[in-house]
């Protein structure tokens, strides 16, 4: 099952698609005007023995329409891909280097263009500096002028809540500033105000699950100051049993089992996963650590209870 870490960028996405367009046009590349975005199909494989499965595509759609002859270019194949669509966005999330990558991804490029019949580019997520760098090299296909330089998010290239120009800012870019390191947490009481804000209209599964992302990110100090921060008095104790676990006791193994058990409990409850009396009690009574730290892993992702507690 994928880590945490890598599903976090793919869950925001499914959240608030428009956040891929927010990274892309951050990078310098041009989005329809007045567009709309939804997360289209990833399966970009072709009649070969081979499977291909990007981690996300979003398909944006704009305002502005295509010409009589595009349209009856289109015809036939818009019959099988709803939509008009006029930017495809593949986004591959990039823990570790892999060098297959130099090889699938032009093909991932192709394919989605073939797909939407629109222009398409290639957004890697990468939230370790290394990583990233080496990504950024050119990765060459040999046909002249036909090479693909990804373009890549990471600490330095993430782009900023309230960043002027992009016109957007979503809890989803909150979130993946602070799991790329693009927003100082720790350093800056701006940003934590930020993330205060940013929190507070959020409810339900997409709280849940976005303070998971956030505690797994950030350093036991920088937890500290999210509660001071949420127990000031320009933001209500409400907000702040929402966002961190009571009852988490710092050094002291029993209670950091107990603020993780309270975490995974509440994310299954706000995903509308009904948890079973004996479940429940397994969880609470869990003094292993690592134990629930995966099964919060598994909650963040799974659809049903059994999917948590295999295995």
Known sequence: MPSVEHEAPLELLRGDPRLAAVLVQSLG???????????ADGDVTAAVPAQMLTDKVVLL??????TKEERARRKDRKAKNAGEGELAIVVEVQRSYEEEKWWTWPAYLAQVRARYLCDAVLVAICPDPGVAAKYRQPIRTGHPGFDLTPLVVDRDT??????????????????LA???GALDLENSSQARSHLMRSFAVLEGERLAIYTLFVL????DKTRRQLEELMTAAEFPVTLADKLLAEGEAKGEAKGEAKGEARILLRVLAARGLQVPDEIRERVLACSDTAQLETWSDRAATAVSVADVFSG
């Open 29 to 39: 590349i041009a989005v329809p005007t007045g567009y709309s975005a939804r997360v």
């Open 61 to 66: 759609m704009g305002q502005t329409s295509v």
């Open 158 to 175: 993430t782009a900023l809540p309230r960043s002027p120009g992009l016109g957007l800012a979503s809890p989803e870019l909150t979130v």
């Open 178 to 180: 602070v799991m790329t």
């Open 216 to 219: 797994r990110a950030v350093t």
